[in-house]
Structure formats: structure tokens, C-alpha cells
């Protein structure tokens, strides 16, 4: 069964701070990972990552990809209240399709 | 991204009724369509997948005869909560997925809240 765990769970920081969240993730035949934002309505995507080492980047926001150890962070640097969310963790496994198996998320909160 | 839309977005119904939620993909063709649902504070969990034309496949522990999922063309699925319960009250989101498409897009969501 595959899984996906990331952490913190919850984190709170201060305005203007960087911070990177981690997901960790065990798939038997993995295709993909994908990072989504949530706040209080559905998730919108922020990232797909296939291959190993490379960054993608928007913005403020950046994800890399680690194969050979499973795990994925995402940095958010200068943090700003509009960051606050939960922000999931998914993974794709080949042969399920495009089917998603999430991660619990963490719950960013970013005061002013 | 692409454009997904999901009818009602909130809803209120008295224990025992019946609820239907459409998920519209506007502008490709989903020949597949993920259904999610995602208690309070917890992550979204898959509850069945459904291919265009033949019958949804529903993860363990979800009820198919409760949970009655149509996708009989390829912008429009529904899902239906049959004789629904408190513990039905949750967060239903679809995603539909294109043939070739990798990245999975969501619906706005429909929050269901049973009395």
C-alpha cells in the first residue's frame, strides 16, 4: 500500500520567514509527486515533480525531488500571511493511473 | 489549469434524504473521474474512481449502493448520497483526469452538511 507522510504537521511562523515542509513517501512502482495548497475550499496545485534533482520554482515557492532517498520538500521563503494554509503531499503510483494517495498535510499559519 | 466545476457547493439536508453532486470538467474530456471526500482536519481520501461509460470502482470501506457514482459522458459525473446520515457531513471533491493528462485538477468542492 503506498504511503505518504510529511511534517511538520503544523508549523507557525512570523512574517518574512523561509520554511520547508517535507514529504516522505513510499510507492511501489512511483510515477510522480505533487504539492497542493489547500485553504478553505478545494486543493489547487502547485507542483509535479518526476524526476530526481530538479528544481521547479514560482515565485517564492520552490520543490525538489529525491528518488533515491523518497522524500520531496517544498520551501516557501519570505513568508507571507497568504501562505497560511494546509499544504499537501501526493503521490502517483504507475499502475494505479492518475490516481492520488495524499499525505495528512501541514498546516502552515503565517503571522503578521 | 483546467477548469472544473462542481454543483451544489454547500449543501444542508435533514438525515435520511438524498443528495446529488455534479462535477462538470468545462474544458477537456475526463474519461476518468476521481471522487474525494476530506473530513475536518484530515487530508482528502479517494472514495471510488469512475471511468466514462462503465461502473465506478469504489475503494475499501465505501459503500457502493450508498455512494451511487454516474459518469455517463465525458464533461459530466455525479455522485449521489442515498439516505444520507450526520456522518455522511463531509467535504466531496471531484477531479477529473484526461486520457494523457498527468496533473490532477480539483473541483471547487461541496460541502454537505446532513441534520
Known amino acids: 500500500e503506498d504511503k505518504v507522510v510529511q511534517s511538520p504537521l503544523s508549523l507557525v511562523v512570523h512574517e518574512g520567514d523561509t520554511v520547508t515542509l517535507n514529504c516522505s513517501y513510499e510507492?511501489?512502482?512511483?510515477?510522480?509527486l505533487l504539492w497542493y495548497k489547500q485553504e478553505k475550499k478545494a486543493p489547487t496545485f502547485l507542483f509535479m515533480l518526476?524526476?530526481?534533482?530538479i528544481e521547479k520554482k514560482s515565485g517564492r515557492l520552490s520543490s525538489i525531488l529525491d528518488k533515491k532517498e523518497l522524500f520531496s520538500i517544498l520551501n516557501i521563503t519570505a513568508t507571507q500571511t497568504g501562505d497560511s494554509a494546509v499544504y499537501l503531499c501526493a503521490v502517483i503510483n504507475r499502475t494505479s493511473g492518475s490516481r492520488l494517495t495524499f499525505g495528512e498535510g501541514t498546516q502552515l499559519t503565517v503571522n503578521p | 489549469g483546467a477548469v472544473v466545476s462542481q454543483h451544489p457547493s454547500r449543501v444542508i439536508c435533514k438525515s435520511g434524504t438524498s443528495v446529488k453532486i455534479e462535477c462538470r470538467s468545462l474544458d477537456f474530456q475526463a474519461t476518468t473521474m476521481f471522487w474525494y471526500r476530506q473530513f475536518p482536519k484530515q487530508s482528502l481520501m479517494l472514495m471510488a474512481t469512475s471511468n466514462e461509460g462503465s461502473k465506478a470502482t469504489y475503494e475499501q470501506g465505501v459503500e457502493k449502493d450508498k455512494f451511487l457514482i454516474n459518469h455517463a459522458s465525458l464533461t459530466l459525473s455525479t455522485l449521489t448520497v442515498t439516505s444520507a446520515h450526520p456522518e455522511d457531513s463531509s467535504f466531496y471533491i471531484c477531479s477529473p483526469a484526461g486520457r494523457n493528462q498527468e496533473t490532477q485538477y480539483f473541483g471547487p468542492g461541496t460541502r454537505l452538511l446532513v441534520l
Open positions: 518526476t524526476s530526481s534533482g
Open positions: 510507492v511501489t512502482n512511483f510515477r510522480s
